[in-house]
């Protein structure tokens, strides 16, 4: 089976608007909406490195494209369409066809196409890098250095799961198999904010989201944003369900530095509070305040407790 097989039975399924060009000639086209600029985010998952050999390729096609609009999302950006890039050693037939159907499933969700790409043997391993495109009204894209003093600091959804599914698989802690099958859901198939995202346009001054743990990532806004925050982290959402279950230290370490979350942290003015609060009930999302950006450099987490030692630990490559 040749290149252009494989990317006919497997990559050419999106159906794309009239005015954007697809899959099958030297570059795809695609125009923006008038007082729009392009948001644009690449990752590059390695096997072995960011996700296990024997994972459902069902969840690692829905992962590989989530993990990218979770991009999107923090800037407040809406889909337009991705290329994806993959390098196979072998053609594998089942897994193309439920790696697909993982990322079709959820490009056809959040209505963003697959435009293009390059198919590739590798020597050793899978690798997939995807791009993804998206439209903000220029200017208002939210970054991670619009964060003001006094700003409240909010985080989406819950954390915990992810960690705690991973360090069980990878033997760092004892978990029963009910555990791992409750958390993995949280690893494998994670929610791209998308709609959040574009709700918080014009309401929130910053925000990321959490794809190396949530203190390592609100250090990239307080540093570019050139203050500090204060954390309670009694206020931190985390699925409850994880006490008794692991211990308490576990636990934290979990909530403050577990990565592989995509949930948004992003900070809003107290002025509004209850526009966040109304973006919480429309949405059905749950959204927490869980601290304040002060001045100064640091990240404090309150009430101070020793065994929190965590200053920022994450998930770092090198
Ligand atoms: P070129 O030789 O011009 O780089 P290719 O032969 O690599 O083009 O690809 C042919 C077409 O198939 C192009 O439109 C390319 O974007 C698309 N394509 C290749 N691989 C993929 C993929 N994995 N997913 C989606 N489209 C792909
Ligand atoms: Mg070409």
Same mark, same amino acid.
Request: charge should be positive; glycine fraction near 8%; aromatic fraction near 8%.
């Given at each position: 089976?040749?290149?252009?097989?494989?990317?006919? *039975?497997?990559?050419?399924?999106?159906? %794309?608007?009239?005015?954007?060009?697809?899959?099958?000639?030297?570059?795809?086209?695609?125009?923006?909406? @008038?007082?729009?600029?392009?948001? %644009?985010?690449?990752?590059?998952?390695?096997?072995?490195? /960011?996700?296990?050999?024997?994972?459902?390729?069902?969840?690692?096609?829905?992962?590989?494209?989530?993990?990218?609009?979770?991009?999107?999302?923090?800037?407040?950006?809406?889909?337009?369409? #991705?290329?994806?890039?993959?390098?196979?050693?072998? %053609?594998?037939?089942?897994?193309?066809?439920?790696?697909? *159907?993982?990322?079709?499933?959820?490009?056809?969700?959040?209505? #963003?196409?697959?435009?293009?790409?390059?198919?590739? $043997?590798? !020597? !050793?391993?899978?690798?997939?890098?995807?791009?993804?495109?998206?439209?903000?009204?220029?200017?208002?894209?939210?970054?991670?250095?619009?964060?003001?003093?006094?700003?409240?600091?909010?985080?989406?959804?819950?954390?915990?799961?992810?960690?705690?599914?991973?360090?069980?698989?990878?033997?760092?802690?004892?978990?029963?198999?009910?555990?791992?099958?409750?958390?993995? +859901?949280?690893?494998?198939?994670?929610?791209?904010?998308? /709609?959040?995202?574009? #709700?918080? =346009?014009?309401?929130?001054?910053?925000?990321?989201?959490?794809?190396?743990?949530?203190?390592?990532?609100?250090? @990239?806004?307080? +540093?570019?944003?050139?203050?500090?925050?204060?954390?309670?982290?009694?206020?931190?959402?985390?699925?409850?369900?994880?006490?008794?279950? %692991?211990?308490?230290?576990?636990? $934290?370490?979990?909530?403050?530095?577990?990565?592989?979350?995509?949930?948004? #942290?992003?900070?809003?003015? $107290?002025?509004? @509070?209850?526009?966040?609060? *109304?973006?919480?009930?429309?949405?059905?999302?749950? =959204? @927490?305040?869980?601290? *304040?950006?002060?001045?100064?450099?640091?990240?404090?987490?309150?009430? /101070?407790?020793? !065994?929190?030692?965590?200053?920022?630990?994450?998930?770092? /490559?090198?």
């Amino acid at each position: 089976m040749s290149e252009f097989d494989i990317i006919r *039975k497997y990559f050419s399924k999106s159906v %794309v608007q009239k005015s954007m060009l697809g899959v099958g000639d030297d570059c795809a086209l695609f125009t923006v909406p @008038h007082g729009n600029e392009v948001a %644009v985010s690449k990752d590059l998952l390695i096997e072995g490195k /960011h996700f296990f050999s024997n994972v459902d390729p069902v969840s690692l096609g829905h992962k590989s494209l989530a993990v990218n609009l979770s991009d999107l999302a923090a800037m407040g950006a809406q889909p337009i369409g #991705c290329l994806l890039g993959i390098a196979i050693p072998t %053609v594998d037939h089942r897994w193309l066809s439920k790696f697909s *159907k993982g990322f079709f499933k959820l490009s056809n969700e959040v209505a #963003c196409p697959l435009l293009g790409g390059d198919t590739v $043997k590798s !020597s !050793s391993g899978i690798s997939i890098s995807i791009t993804v495109f998206g439209a903000v009204p220029v200017s208002q894209a939210i970054r991670r250095n619009g964060a003001k003093l006094n700003d409240e600091i909010w985080i989406s959804g819950n954390l915990g799961s992810a960690d705690i599914a991973y360090r069980i698989i990878t033997k760092q802690i004892m978990g029963s198999k009910s555990l791992l099958r409750r958390t993995i +859901r949280a690893l494998d198939w994670p929610n791209p904010r998308i /709609h959040l995202g574009r #709700c918080l =346009l014009g309401i929130a001054n910053s925000a990321i989201d959490i794809s190396d743990g949530f203190l390592q990532d609100l250090s @990239h806004i307080t +540093r570019s944003s050139n203050l500090g925050a204060n954390i309670y982290y009694d206020e931190i959402p985390f699925d409850k369900y994880l006490e008794g279950k %692991v211990s308490q230290e576990d636990i $934290k370490k979990a909530i403050l530095n577990g990565g592989d979350v995509y949930e948004l #942290c992003f900070t809003a003015s $107290k002025s509004n @509070h209850n526009a966040i609060r *109304k973006i919480s009930n429309d949405t059905g999302i749950v =959204l @927490h305040m869980v601290g *304040k950006m002060v001045s100064g450099k640091s990240i404090k987490i309150s009430p /101070h407790d020793r !065994s929190i030692l965590y200053d920022i630990n994450g998930f770092n /490559h090198f």
